[in-house]
Structures are given as structure tokens and as C-alpha cells.
């Protein structure tokens, strides 16, 4: 199973930026974020982010 862009929005929007791997790790949890995001959240290879543009481009590293 992939983790989709609407699963990453469903999960992840409203966040506020600059924002930890550590603190978005705990938002999915405390959203309901899938255990694969979850996942993919934890192996970020930054621990902070300073916009969505920055943490999707991430992401997609991942891939």
C-alpha cells in the first residue's frame, strides 16, 4: 500500500510550519494517520520543516 497525496492532506493539513519530525509523527497518532505514514513520518530524513513544500518534497524522497 502507497500513501496517497489525499491521505497526507487528510492527516497533515493545518499544520503549522516550521514544524519537527517528532511533531508530525504525533499529529498522524493523534489523527489516525495509517500505520504506513506513521512509518514514512519516522524515516523522514530532516527534523524540521519550514512549509509543506519542504516536508512533500521530503516525502517523495521516500518513495
Do not use: C, H, I, K
Request: without cysteine; proline residues 5%.
Amino acid at each position: 500500500m502507497t500513501v496517497g497525496g489525499a491521505e497526507l492532506l487528510e492527516y497533515l493539513g493545518g499544520l503549522d510550519y516550521p514544524v519537527s519530525r517528532e511533531d508530525l509523527v504525533r499529529w498522524g497518532q493523534e489523527n489516525g494517520a495509517s500505520t504506513e505514514l506513521l512509518r514514512m513520518l519516522r524515516s523522514l530524513p530532516a527534523e524540521e520543516f519550514d512549509s509543506p513544500t519542504e516536508l512533500s518534497t521530503a516525502l517523495n524522497t521516500l518513495a
